[in-house]
């Protein structure tokens, strides 16, 4: 199973960012996805997570009302549209799949992850 994240980046304060993730190896419409994200010095941290038929969303509070998680099963495909961006949200973001169909926060139910992309926003 792969996870290949892209779309990570250097963006002023207030712009917006959408990172991709696609997901190769397993049958992704059966599982969650979700996104963590892991700043300079800090413990990785959940961000939001999609259930596998993408009806049910998790947001993490420091992102919710700016972060919107979607996903596209036919092209097996999980995203994360990033509004008003600060530097707070600087951050390696890695996307994660599930080994369940729900959506979760907690890091031990994803037992696939990405390598992971960049973001820094400058302020």
């Known amino acids: 199973v792969q996870l290949q994240a892209s779309g990570g980046g250097l963006v002023q304060a207030g712009g917006s960012l959408r990172l991709s993730c696609i997901v190769s190896?397993?049958?992704?419409?059966?599982?969650?996805m979700g996104w963590f994200r892991q700043a300079p010095g800090k413990e990785r941290e959940f961000v939001s997570s999609?259930?596998?038929?993408?009806?049910?969303?998790y947001y993490a509070d420091s992102v919710k009302g700016r972060f919107t998680i979607s996903r596209d099963n036919a092209k097996n495909t999980v995203y994360l549209q990033m509004n008003s961006l600060n530097p707070e949200d600087t951050a390696v973001y890695y996307c994660?799949?599930?080994?369940?169909?729900?959506?979760?926060?907690?890091?031990?139910?994803?037992?696939?992850w990405g390598q992971g992309t960049l973001v820094t926003v400058s302020s």
């Open positions: 999609i259930s596998y038929g993408g009806g049910i969303t």
């Open positions: 994660a799949g599930s080994g369940f169909g729900r959506a979760s926060k907690a890091p031990i139910e994803y037992v696939y």
């Open positions: 190896g397993r049958t992704f419409r059966n599982y969650a």
